[in-house]
């Protein structure tokens, strides 16, 4: 069974930092492009951070400087460090993968990746 499992999202005061993980099961996750997505209340879902199998990294720019993408092969997990955060960071975030075959309907693009499987998420609240 495919699935990405997120975990580390909080409840923190601005200026606060969170690391989420993701551990993605039933196929080698950082063989694809992996990323972090958020969605708040009333918005759309938008990229926040995205990693490349062979390491390259890109950010949103309401993040650069903030936040850090890596991954641990190994552990076929995926993390997000979150630092200096912010009210406007209040989200859900969701680990995604690039894998295709187990495309079950929900698919978005972002740069030159494109992601088909999605975890439940992890909500990341800051307060001010």
């Known amino acids: 069974q495919v699935q990405h499992v997120e975990s580390g999202g909080g409840s923190v005061q601005s200026g606060g930092s969170l690391r989420l993980s993701c551990v993605a099961s039933?196929?080698?996750?950082?063989?694809?492009?992996m990323g972090w997505f958020r969605q708040a209340p009333g918005k759309q879902r938008e990229g926040v951070a995205r990693?490349?199998?062979?390491?390259?990294?890109a950010y949103a720019d309401s993040v650069k400087g903030r936040f850090t993408i890596s991954q641990d092969k190994a552990k076929n997990t995926l993390y997000l460090q979150m630092d200096s955060l912010n009210p406007e960071d209040t989200a859900m975030y969701y680990c995604?993968?690039?894998?295709?075959?187990?495309?079950?309907?929900?698919?978005?693009?972002?740069?030159?990746?494109?992601?088909?499987?999605w975890g439940q998420g992890t909500q990341v609240t800051v307060s001010s």
């Open positions: 995604a993968g690039s894998y295709s075959k187990y495309y079950d309907g929900d698919y978005q693009a972002w740069g030159t990746c494109g992601f088909y499987i």
């Open positions: 039933g196929y080698t996750a950082t063989d694809y492009c």
């Open positions: 990693i490349k199998n062979d390491g390259t990294t």
